[in-house]
């Protein structure tokens, strides 16, 4: 069983920067890959980026490729999702979630846990 608990969202201008955590308990959190995932109003979940257990994998959605890094640090059972050049498109509540692998995909099937969410919103 893991638990998830997501931080750092907030009000933020265009072209700003966030840091979102995403702290887990439990034993096996180096045992999952890490994923974040976001939902704007009226849309469906959107796959944002996933990185391995050990982090040597990561991969992101093109929107946000070149902008966003996902990062993990198992020590502290953390991943975290830096985010620059912040849009108004980027606009939504995030949450992550542990997959059911070492390795993972953009699935929201593939994955077992996840965070209640923090919102993020970016105003133009």
């Known amino acids: 069983q893991v638990q998830l608990v997501e931080s750092g969202g907030g009000l933020v201008q265009a072209g700003g920067s966030l840091r979102l955590s995403c702290a887990a308990s439990?034993?096996?959190?180096?045992?999952?890959?890490m994923g974040w995932f976001r939902q704007a109003p009226g849309k469906e979940r959107e796959f944002v980026a996933v990185?391995?257990?050990?982090?040597?994998?990561?991969y992101y959605t093109d929107s946000v490729k070149g902008r966003f890094t996902i990062s993990r640090d198992n020590a502290k059972n953390t991943v975290y999702l830096q985010m620059n050049s912040l849009k108004p498109e980027d606009t939504a509540v995030y949450a992550c979630?542990?997959?059911?692998?070492?390795?993972?995909?953009?699935?929201?099937?593939?994955?077992?846990?996840w965070g209640q969410g923090t919102q993020v919103t970016v105003s133009s």
């Open positions: 439990g034993r096996t959190f180096s045992s999952h890959a």
């Open positions: 979630a542990a997959a059911r692998g070492y390795y993972s995909g953009s699935q929201s099937r593939d994955y077992a846990y």
């Open positions: 990185i391995s257990w050990n982090a040597d994998s990561t």
